[in-house]
Structures are given as C-alpha cells and as structure tokens.
C-alpha cells in the first residue's frame, strides 16, 4: 500500500563480511577515525583524560559523557540560513554509565558521594563545537562559548501541560516547575528551528519507591522497590541530589520530599545549543515513557507541527503529536510544542491504521477511560500516565518501538522494532508476525491525507534475521552481505537511503551468525540493503549523521567492551593496548572525497 520514490543508484560499494573483530570494519574505499571518545575535555579547564579513570567527577563533567548515543550535527550557520559541512555543533547523549570503566576501582558500596557525583556528571548531553582543519581531521574548537555539557544535575524547567501540577512538586521546586538534571538519553531529535531534542528512555530504574502500594505513575513504569540501578540514593555522605532518586514516601506532603522526582522524568527535553545559558526544557505535551527518540514530519508553511515518539519497551506503542498551533518559519520555536494532541498507534490487520488521541476532551477516549474505570484529574494527569492512558484507547502493543526515521521526500515514517522474546503465539498480530521475535523487523507506514491524518497505511518493511530471513510480500530475502537483529538506530540521509543501526545483546552477538553489532544502509525502493559497518567487540552502534555535504559521517559507538569487569577489559577500543574502553564517536569518509554510501 505504500508507493516511495526512487532513491539514487548508490551502494556502489562491496558490502562487507559480518566480524568479531574488536576495531572498526568499514568497506574498501573508506576511512574511519575515532573522535570524542569519553573523557576527552570539552570545556572549562579542558582537564585531560587519565587513562585510569582517576578523573575526579568535577572534571568529568568538563569532558564528554560515557556512553554515546543519539547525535545531531548543527551547521555553524545553521540558524542564518546556511549549511556549512566544515564546522558546526555536534550534540549528543550520553545514555548510562559503565561503573566498572568509570572508576578505577570499580563501583564501591556504600556509594562514595564522589564516585555518584561522577557517574551523574558522566550523563546527559554534551554540546561540541567542532572543526574541520586544514589537513581534513577535525578537532573541538578550544573555549568555544559553545561548548557546554548538561548532566544528570543540570537544572532544567518543566514546560507544557504538566508545569506546576500537584504531582511534580518536589522540595526541590514546590511549585512544580522545576527538576534537575536528565537521565538515560538514548535517542534524540531536533527540530525545524534548530534546537536538538533528547529523550528520557530507561529512567525508571534510577529511583526506588518502597511504599507498600506504588503510585500508578511508579507502578506502571517499572520503577523498583528497593534500590536504583546504580545505589545512588545511598550515596555518602548523604546530600539533598542523591536522596531524591528516593522516591518513597518519607514527610508530610510533597514539598518536603522526593515522592514526584521520578514524575519529573521520562520526557523530551529541548536543548537551545546556540545559546550556553539557556534552561533545558522538558516538553511535557509530549507524553511521559521510556522515549526512544523522536522525529518530525516535514514541515508546510502553515500546517501543524507533526511528530513521532517510540516507547521502548516490550509491549508498549508508538504516538504522534500534533500542534494545535501552525508552524510558521518565522514564528517557530518551543511554543509549539506545548499545545498539541498526543495520539498512539493502532495498526489494523488490514493494512490500515488510526490515530487515537489521548484527549480528556475527546469523547471517544474520556468514554473507554469511564469504561475501564479509570479517572484522570486533567489533561496533566493523562501526560503523567501516558502508557495507562494508551491502554485503555486500544493502542497496538509493539515488539519495542526504537527509533523513526522519516523518507525526506516521500514523509513515510520508518520505526525500528528490535526485538521482544516475550510475545507468544497467541500475541501474533499483523504489525508483530512473529512469535519469540528475537531479531525484530521494521514497519513503515504514510499518513492518509495531510500528515495530521489521524488515518494511515502501514506495511512492513523487513523482517531481520538470519541468511535466508524473507519478509512476506516482498523480494527481500537476506543474505551474508546484510543479514542482522536487532535493528535500533535508524535514519535517512537526504538522498533516502536508510542507514539501519543494531543493538544486539552480548549473547546474541557471541552465539549467532551476526558478528558484533553493525551499520547496514538500504535503499528503500529495491531493497537492496549491504553492511556499511562492523562496530569493536561487546559495542552497540548507536547515532550517526553526516555534514550537509555529505562527505563526513559521524557514527556512534558505544558501550565497547560492555563484559568489562574492573580488572579485564573485554575490548581495548579505541586506544589499543591494555587500555580501558572508551564508548566515542567514529568520523567516516570516502577516500575519494565521495558522499557516503556512494
Ligand atoms: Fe537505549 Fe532503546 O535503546
Ligand atoms: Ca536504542
Ligand atoms: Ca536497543
Ligand atoms: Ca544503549
């Protein structure tokens, strides 16, 4: 059902072999140089990096962040109207920490404050400004006021539907207003005005919540009754930023503890990266789960703002946001998405899908809400709880939505599935075929009419696995040259090829047929799809994009050597050696000076 148009002849290139090599595989013909690998100092004092991790948390949070992921390159003219491809912004998250590589004696219980105040510094975004020098390579421009690293302490607003309601007020901010920092930013977006947009994925495991029954916004997010992931709330000496990822009920009322911190994540939060003082904001109207990323339709002169979010989780779903403000190019900004319809996905076995809105003012939703006896206070409170308000319009329980990626002529809207070992037989349906789906596949699907439709058709683009795998309907048969699982990282450069990126999980890359994880590009139209790149051992590759010329590819690689333990390093990339591994971005180029995937 769904038509696209031709994309160039490119992937003139011979797809290379899947590997267990611990480097970078790129095909003949193309070059690959790391670049920003954690700890390499960004700004401040631009501290350098002590191979054995003995950097203190102050000067962490001068040097990049662990655990690259999502990445936007901003030309440096970007916002007058150019398209430089020699220097500009690159921004990025920083998903998580490895304690194991962060310290140099690993993690220690009871958390030392310093070694917590370090893992937060380690996190969250940071904003490079870079160069392309004379001799080709590029550098980070030295005390540029650009240069800025947001971390797990940053403090950021709440903006849109959510700002000062009863269920964010923390001691923090008892107006509700406020929070600090941003956790577990695993794929982003950026807008049409030029601000980049990262997501709030896993946050939940941060906080623990012992009270004996969990509030629904908890509950229903996953967050633990004992401890967070990294016993942070235990960090000594005790201080205020560490006890509030304590989310148990422990005073009098709400502005005297951290029983809505966790309330305060789980957002997009917009980052102005041309501006160094600006306050991040967390875009409430966007709905609250574990994002994957986020990605805006093209935009018309004129018409609503449209934008698509994935929750990445077994069984949860994909939604779509519309402005109920026009976009205008010369009035554009943030505004826009504060005030807007949030709608989920249900994908029909037909072929046909719909658009329902999570809207206390829509009748159709506020009358299943009554049904399945269920009361939300206002629209804040459906944002709060956006997966039990998705529940209960009859959203399509998805295989782990990743990320989307939108064809730049065309507007279909591709989204990563990666993978959900948990549906059975009987969960089968249409958009998620497949029972035990451990390699995942990729759906697609194009709005019927304008791209605030709520009406659309959908197909399924490729089902991955191993040589052989057929996705139905189609000549897509994979081969050696492009067989893989997991698919996560998904993105369209402007000539419409499709860049697909895997995560595979360290015992599915040690037992299968696929190697480490790996980049393969596609061209939408044929099918044809060849492996581009072969990330380092235990890595997941997570984040690219090229300069507008594309001539230069940024690619991320992160979590090498993910088995690590203090004293063995199950990968030595990027620096070789004994050395411990560094999660960093790789620069791609054609030695012939080529486009990428040419
Ligand atoms: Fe952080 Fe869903 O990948
Ligand atoms: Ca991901
Ligand atoms: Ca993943
Ligand atoms: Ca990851």
């Known amino acids: 059902p769904v038509s696209v148009i031709p994309a160039p002849a490119f992937l003139g290139f011979a797809a290379i072999s899947a590997n267990r090599v611990d480097g970078i595989t790129v095909p003949a013909g193309y070059s690959a140089k790391p670049f920003l690998a954690w700890g390499t100092p960004i700004t401040g004092t631009y501290p350098n990096f002590l191979a054995d991790a003995s950097n203190t948390a102050a000067e962490q949070a001068m040097q990049m962040g662990m655990n690259h992921d999502g990445m936007h390159f901003f030309p440096i003219d970007v916002r007058s109207g150019g398209n430089s491809s020699s220097e500009g912004l690159l ?67 709440l903006a849109g539907p959510v700002r000062g309601h009863a269920k964010v007020v923390t001691k923090y901010s008892p107006d509700g207003s406020r929070t600090r920092g941003t956790l577990n930013n695993c794929a982003h977006g950026y807008t049409p005005w030029g601000t980049y947009l990262t997501a709030e994925e896993n946050w939940a495991g941060y906080f623990m919540n012992s009270d004996s029954t969990q509030v629904r916004e908890h509950r229903r997010y996953g967050v633990g009754s004992s401890n967070g992931r990294y016993f942070w709330e235990t960090a000594t000496p005790a201080a205020d930023r560490y006890q509030r990822f304590n989310a148990s009920t422990l005073a009098a009322s709400a502005a005297e503890d951290y029983r809505n911190e966790p309330n305060t994540f789980g957002w997009i939060v917009e980052i102005d990266p041309f501006n160094p003082d600006s306050v991040p904001q967390k875009r409430t109207a966007l709905g609250r789960f574990a994002h994957e990323g986020i990605v805006f339709a093209k935009v018309t002169e004129g018409e609503p703002l449209v934008a698509y979010s994935g929750d990445d989780a077994r069984d949860e779903y994909i939604y779509k946001y519309v402005s109920k403000q026009p976009y205008f190019r010369n009035t554009a900004g943030g505004h826009l998405l504060n005030d807007g319809t949030l709608y989920v996905a249900r994908f029909n076995a037909d072929g046909s899908g719909d658009w329902l809105a999570l809207d206390i003012n829509n009748p159709e939703f506020a009358a299943k809400a009554a049904l399945a006896g269920v009361s939300f206070s206002d629209q804040a409170d459906v944002l709060l709880n956006t997966r039990l308000a998705a529940d209960i319009a009859g959203a399509t329980k998805m295989d782990r939505p990743e990320w989307g990626a939108v064809h730049p002529e065309t507007s279909e809207v591709y989204f990563t599935l990666t993978n959900n070992t948990n549906r059975t037989a009987a969960q089968v349906d249409a958009a998620n075929p497949r029972a035990n789906n451990a390699t995942g596949h990729i759906i697609r699907w194009k709005e019927r009419g304008t791209l605030a439709s709520s009406q659309f058709n959908w197909d399924i683009f490729l089902l991955a696995g191993d040589v052989g795998t057929a996705t139905p309907g189609t000549n897509l048969v994979l081969t050696a040259d492009n067989h893989h699982a997991s698919p996560d990282g998904l993105w369209f450069d ?54 507008p010329d594309q001539r230069t590819m940024f690619v991320n690689i992160q979590h090498p050597g993910d088995r690590s333990s203090v004293t063995n390093f199950t990968s030595n990339w990027p620096d070789g050696g004994n050395s411990r591994p560094r999660s960093a971005t790789v620069i791609i180029t054609k030695d012939d000076g080529g486009m990428i995937g040419t």
């Open 91 to 157: 921004v990025m998250n920083h998903e998580y920490v490895e304690p194991n590589v962060l310290h140099p004696q690993g993690p220690l219980l009871p958390r030392p404050a310093e070694q917590v105040a370090k893992e937060l510094a380690a996190h969250g975004v940071s904003v490079v400004h870079i160069e392309k020098a004379a001799n080709g390579d590029w550098r980070v421009v030295s005390n540029s006021p650009f240069n800025r690293r947001i971390t797990g302490e940053t403090p950021m607003e």
């Open 494 to 547: 402007d000539n419409g090829l499709l860049w697909i990126q895997t995560d595979m999980s360290g015992s599915q890359q040690s037992s299968g047929p696929y190697g480490n994880n790996a980049m393969l590009v596609a061209d939408p139209v044929s099918r044809q799809i060849k492996r581009f790149l072969v990330g380092p051992t235990d890595c997941e590759v997570t984040g690219v994009i090229m300069t």
